[in-house]
């Protein structure tokens, strides 16, 4: 019988247009083939009140003192559940009010009541958790939470490791194979659905008290981690090399020598040498820079133990950035030890430079995010950034970053567009302090060009910076950005 009821409610909903097909993208920035949009079951009071009842049905416990919906479409059905069921509702605002009594939660409660959540769809199942936490927060006990629709992309699994138990009426494949039996989708449209949910069942979520939670396994967030913690997560060398300078020297900053000629070069790394663990180049901006050059850069970075990173933002398929990399005038894969790339080839470009790197210890930083204003860099691309690290482990170190783009521990953030005074340039450039690249964006590792290069006295600056930059950091991992 109650197969029966959900056929007919899903033919009903797919009707009205609450699936859709096409190419959408979700609140997380991931693409998407199907789309399900509930919120217009408010229009159709019948319906909405079969998947209200549907939605009950499925509760796991019997003694439930309050229901409480998640903003925005798990309103309605609960408050239809709280009707029809006599059972008293709560509301979760998403922001506090800024006036009156400011609270979260609207509605009559006390401390130990247990709460019943509904929500109508969960991809990660970040909106419910989100949720769940205000409510415990307040003392309620929660643990159930119903989902009309589970898309399968791994909320189901985060939720159950963080202790809620998750109940869903239909999951996008059985809600594809009604659609399918129906005729109301071909074959291809449900092959691709499946294919999609194959590959992006890896969402994540972070809590308020930065467990973040992968694939249901918690793990602590990437900023809350230790630099030597995080020495032995990381599986790349260049990464471990990094994290040791970095503990070693007291800092996390990586001065951007965009000069005109080697000899300044080598002069700003000599002078510059003992207070970074970085130094970044833009070699083609230098007329004279030959490979000299670079036997003396690579000596100097041994002296002040630094790593070298040139800067070129390969982002060509993979047979020429190959031939770039390791040929030109500048032979960048022997002396450079971090290149940066843009991911908009897609994985070609990663390959490419790691076939020219061979067997040297060698690694890209992927530039997810511009510091520049106008920046193209959508939520879709940086996501697709973050996926394309996850598969080349062996060869990404990180991400260039303007936010915190990845939780996961084995990234190294890199942060440009930092001066002492939040500013702008003429061209576009935006500054933030030091502290806030590393307590607000998240960054691991401070860029800094113009503030340091050009101040009446590099050294003495570079000083200043790497205190700030590296006094943040230690802030954030003794938890000072809670
Ligand atoms: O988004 C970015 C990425 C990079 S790598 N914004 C940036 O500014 N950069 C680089 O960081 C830029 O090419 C320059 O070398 C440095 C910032 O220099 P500054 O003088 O503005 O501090």
């Given at each position: 019988m109650e197969g029966n009821v959900l056929e007919e409610c899903v033919l009903e909903l797919f009707r009205i247009g609450v699936v859709k097909f096409g190419s959408f993208t979700l609140k997380s920035g991931m693409q998407s083939p199907v789309y399900f949009d509930l919120r217009i079951i408010i229009s159709f009071p019948k319906l909405l009140e079969t998947v209200a009842q549907l939605m009950w049905e499925k509760r796991p416990g019997t003694d439930y003192q309050l229901v409480c919906g998640v903003a925005y479409t798990g309103i309605p059905i609960a408050t239809v559940i709280s009707n029809k069921q006599d059972v008293p509702m709560v509301i979760r605002r998403k922001e506090t009010k800024g006036?009156?009594?400011?609270?979260?939660v609207e509605g009559i409660y006390e401390k130990n009541q247990e709460c019943l959540m509904i929500e109508d769809v969960i991809v990660s199942g970040s909106s419910v958790y989100e949720t769940v936490e205000t409510l415990v927060e307040l003392g309620l006990e929660v643990k159930d939470a119903v989902v009309?629709?589970?898309?399968?992309?791994?909320g189901a699994s985060n939720l159950t490791a963080l202790g809620i138990n998750i109940i869903p009426v239909i999951t996008l494949t059985e809600l594809m194979e009604i659609l399918l039996k129906h005729g109301r989708v071909n074959q291809d449209t449900y092959n691709s659905v499946k294919e999609f949910v194959a590959s992006h069942n890896d969402t994540s979520i972070v809590t308020k008290a930065k467990i973040s939670c992968k694939n249901g396994i918690k793990v602590t967030d990437r900023k809350d981690q230790t630099f030597e913690s995080r020495i032995s997560t990381t599986n790349h060398p260049l990464s471990r090399r990094l994290f040791k300078i970095m503990l070693r020297k007291k800092t996390n900053l990586c001065v951007a020598a965009d000069v005109a000629t080697s000899q300044q070069l080598l002069s700003l790394a000599d002078q510059l040498g003992p207070h970074i663990c970085l130094l970044k180049t833009?070699?083609?901006?230098?007329?004279?820079?030959?490979l000299d050059t670079t036997q003396e850069l690579k000596e100097l970075a041994e002296k002040h133990n630094f790593l070298l990173f040139e800067d070129r933002k390969f982002g060509d398929i993979g047979n020429t950035v190959a031939k770039q990399y390791s040929g030109g005038?500048?032979?960048v894969v022997e002396w450079a030890h971090l290149v940066t790339a843009h991911a908009l080839p897609g994985p070609g470009v990663i390959e490419g430079l790691a076939s020219a790197a061979q067997d040297q210890e060698r690694g890209c930083v992927l530039v997810s995010q511009m510091s520049s204003v106008g920046a193209l860099t959508s939520n879709e691309y940086v996501n697709g950034c973050s996926r394309l690290a996850e598969n080349h482990t062996y060869f990404v170190v990180g991400f260039v970053s303007q936010s915190s783009v990845s939780g996961d521990s084995r990234f190294i953030l890199f942060t440009p567009g930092v001066q002492l005074e939040k500013s702008v340039d003429g061209l576009g450039q935006q500054y933030v302090t030091p502290r806030a690249a590393v307590l607000?964006?998240?960054?691991d590792i401070i860029i800094v060009g113009r503030g340091i290069t050009q101040a009446s006295d590099p050294v003495a600056t570079a000083i200043t910076y790497k205190h700030q930059a590296f006094s943040a950091y230690e802030e954030r991992v003794a938890g000072g950005t809670s």
């Open positions: 006036y009156g009594t400011k609270k979260m009309f629709l589970d898309r399968e992309q791994g833009h070699v083609d901006l230098m007329s004279d820079f030959t005038a500048h032979k607000e964006r998240g960054a």
